[in-house]
């Protein structure tokens, strides 16, 4: 019985996350995408979405995620913490505004070839999210997307019209661009760069032991004597042929069906 008890008291719990999970997701939505109407009664409201959004960023480019409270942003706009309240119900939806407002728009789509547009979408998403990197935990938190990130799945998946891809492929490629890009600006902020720095903290080491590692030893050298530090470039330029060659063998088994 007890464990019956417990298994129903457990469900009950469940139940009610689930509930305020949805709740605020519908919270997050309602800022977001203004899917309630605006109040006729009572006095205009002094605050807007954006500027609220504006204050954060303030905050967060200033001190970090961390730095972001209700009573900062508050303070930040000149106003009581109980009457930001009226805007925003909590912090999450604080930052789903902040999010939305840092991403920004994509580039405007042009008339080349895919692999071109494809490119400049995660250039341009390492560009504006590079500008604020306590995006990125938020971009890789569980979250509602709002209506600039949305731009952005729209802008990627344009730029993959023509290829002969499932919808769920698209998406999990533009994830995978995104993902690389995200990974790039979290070693960048935390002074990173990921070959320049890896080969100083390497040369010592591998001065010492140049007999065990000679391959490594001569593709670092080749790499300074380069310049290159890449890995950015690279990545995207080795994920889209992988793109490409999927796209490609896909031509190949439909025409192999005709």
């Given at each position: 019985m007890d464990a019956i008890r417990g298994c129903r008291e457990g469900d009950a719990m469940t139940a009610q996350s689930r509930d305020d999970a949805q709740a605020r997701l519908s919270g997050v939505a309602d800022l977001l995408w203004r899917t309630r109407p605006p109040g006729?009664?009572?006095?205009?409201?002094k605050l807007?979405?954006?500027?609220?959004a504006d204050a954060a960023i303030a905050i967060a480019d200033r001190g970090g995620l961390p730095a972001v409270t209700m009573q900062h942003v508050a303070d930040e706009l000149g106003t009581a913490k109980m009457a930001l309240y009226r805007y925003v119900p909590g912090r999450t939806e604080v930052e789903a505004l902040m999010l939305d407002r840092a991403l920004g728009t994509p580039c405007e789509p042009e008339q080349d070839a895919w692999q071109s547009a494809l490119t400049r979408w995660a250039t341009k998403l390492y560009e504006c999210a590079s500008r604020r990197p306590w995006s990125i935990e938020l971009i890789q938190r569980p979250h509602l997307p709002g209506p600039n990130e949305l731009a952005w799945f729209e802008a990627g998946l344009s730029a993959m019209g023509e290829?002969?891809?499932?919808?769920?492929?698209?998406?999990?490629?533009?994830?995978?661009l995104s993902g690389h890009v995200m990974s790039i600006?979290?070693?960048q902020a935390a002074g990173l760069t990921p070959e320049s720095e890896l080969a100083a903290a390497l040369a010592p080491i591998l001065e010492q032991r140049a007999g065990e590692y000679p391959l490594t030893v001569a593709a670092f050298a080749q790499s300074e004597k380069s310049g290159r530090d890449g890995a950015l470039r690279f990545g995207?330029?080795?994920?889209?042929?992988?793109?490409?060659?999927?796209?490609?063998?896909?031509?190949?088994?439909?025409q192999s069906k005709r």
């Open positions: 006729r009664r009572g006095p205009k409201p807007t979405p954006e500027q609220i290829l002969p891809l499932e919808g769920g492929e698209k998406l999990d490629a533009l994830a995978m600006i979290r070693q995207i330029e080795r994920m889209i042929a992988g793109i490409e060659a999927l796209a490609a063998e896909r031509l190949r088994g439909r």
